[in-house]
């Protein structure tokens, strides 16, 4: 056999020997790994979040419900599916003209979500139990016998970057207060977490409530009352450490002391003979508050 002849054999047979072994190469299991399952989304279908707050003042859009005293707060909300689906329960004391024992609120709502844009439509109950009218020396009453009201709600936010969040929020009340008059309150709010310490944040919220005509003060010789209008905006630092969150916040309104007595009735405005108040002037409000939920304490697992 030629030297050729014997050379083409060789190569063939080697030839044949790296196809077979890589054949077999390919037959052994990579070193990577089968590509792993898809993961299906965890779901929470029920869970509960409870808050307990301590506060300075009950600032509630600019107007102080507990005579500039401190206040207690506690919340509890069942959440379902992903926190899709939401009813809670809250109360706080307050110091108000018709003496309510305290504030009781029942809402409820849906938070659907896509991405980093956030949705909230809802309904909330504001009551006030054992409350009574005001009536002043001469027993003129000054206020409605039931100051209980409802609103509706829709809010939107969107987080950019995990740090900035924007939102808008609109409530509308049909009866507010129980006067009469609609109450219309829009809002835009921001909140910015700082970069050089995790849980440190600043935010604000700028709004306008649109008030509408009433009875307020149930004087059967005054004419109704078309209340007063007004700008409210906050701003503060938060800093929130696990299940704790401190909060330092500037509210103030636009009202002045007289438009201010129009929209709350305070009885120092009507004792004093001067109709003013100062429950919506300028007001620092110093907040801590504990939150939890029951899937953070192995309850209701995903």
Same mark, same amino acid.
């Given at each position: 056999? =030629?030297?050729?002849?014997?050379?083409?054999?060789?190569?063939?047979?080697? =030839?044949?020997?790296?196809?077979?072994?890589?054949? %077999?190469?390919?037959?052994?299991?990579? !070193?990577?790994?089968? @590509?792993?399952?898809?993961?299906? @989304?965890?779901?929470?279908?029920?869970?509960?979040?409870?808050?307990?707050?301590?506060?300075?003042?009950?600032?509630?859009?600019?107007?102080?419900?507990?005579? #500039? !005293?401190?206040?207690?707060?506690?919340?509890?909300?069942?959440?379902?599916?992903?926190?899709?689906?939401?009813?809670?329960?809250?109360?706080?004391?307050?110091?108000?003209?018709? #003496?309510?024992?305290?504030?009781?609120?029942?809402?409820?709502?849906?938070? @659907?979500?896509?991405?980093?844009?956030?949705?909230?439509?809802?309904?909330?109950?504001?009551?006030?139990?054992?409350?009574? $009218?005001?009536?002043?020396? +001469?027993?003129?009453?000054?206020? @409605?016998?039931?100051?209980?009201?409802?609103?509706?709600?829709?809010?939107?936010?969107?987080?950019? *970057?995990? +740090?900035?969040?924007?939102?808008?929020?609109?409530?509308?009340?049909?009866?507010?207060?129980?006067?009469?008059? =609609?109450?219309?309150?829009?809002?835009?709010?921001? !909140?910015?977490?700082? &970069?050089?310490?995790?849980?440190? =944040?600043?935010?604000?919220?700028?709004?306008?409530?649109?008030?509408?005509?009433?009875?307020?003060?149930?004087?059967?010789?005054?004419? &109704?009352?078309?209340?007063?209008?007004?700008?409210?905006?906050?701003?503060?630092?938060?800093?929130?450490?696990?299940?704790?969150? $401190?909060?330092? #916040?500037? %509210?103030?309104?636009?009202?002045?002391? #007289?438009?201010?007595?129009?929209?709350?009735?305070?009885?120092?405005?009507?004792?004093?003979?001067?109709?003013?108040?100062?429950?919506?002037?300028?007001?620092?409000?110093?907040?801590?508050?504990?939150?939890?939920? *029951?899937?953070?304490?192995?309850?209701? $697992?995903?």
């Amino acid at each position: 056999m =030629s030297d050729f002849f014997r050379s083409s054999i060789l190569g063939l047979a080697f =030839s044949a020997a790296v196809a077979a072994g890589a054949a %077999h190469a390919a037959d052994l299991p990579s !070193k990577k790994g089968a @590509p792993p399952a898809p993961i299906a @989304p965890s779901i929470t279908w029920f869970d509960v979040a409870v808050s307990v707050k301590g506060m300075t003042d009950y600032n509630f859009r600019g107007i102080s419900q507990t005579d #500039r !005293k401190p206040a207690i707060q506690g919340s509890a909300e069942l959440q379902i599916y992903n926190n899709l689906f939401y009813v809670g329960v809250a109360a706080s004391n307050v110091d108000l003209v018709t #003496r309510p024992d305290a504030e009781i609120d029942f809402y409820g709502g849906i938070r @659907p979500k896509f991405g980093d844009l956030s949705f909230d439509f809802g309904i909330w109950q504001y009551y006030y139990p054992g409350e009574k $009218a005001y009536y002043d020396t +001469a027993l003129v009453q000054w206020t @409605p016998k039931n100051t209980d009201f409802t609103e509706v709600y829709g809010k939107v936010s969107y987080t950019y *970057a995990d +740090a900035l969040t924007v939102g808008g929020n609109v409530y509308y009340a049909w009866d507010w207060l129980g006067t009469g008059a =609609s109450g219309t309150y829009a809002s835009i709010t921001a !909140k910015y977490m700082l &970069p050089f310490l995790e849980g440190l =944040s600043v935010s604000g919220e700028f709004g306008h409530y649109w008030l509408g005509t009433t009875n307020q003060a149930i004087w059967s010789t005054t004419p &109704p009352t078309n209340l007063p209008d007004y700008n409210y905006w906050n701003a503060g630092v938060s800093y929130t450490w696990k299940n704790i969150t $401190a909060d330092l #916040r500037y %509210h103030d309104t636009d009202l002045s002391k #007289r438009e201010c007595f129009l929209n709350t009735t305070d009885p120092r405005g009507i004792i004093t003979g001067n109709s003013q108040s100062k429950w919506c002037g300028a007001a620092f409000v110093a907040t801590l508050s504990f939150d939890i939920t *029951a899937s953070s304490l192995g309850v209701f $697992a995903k």
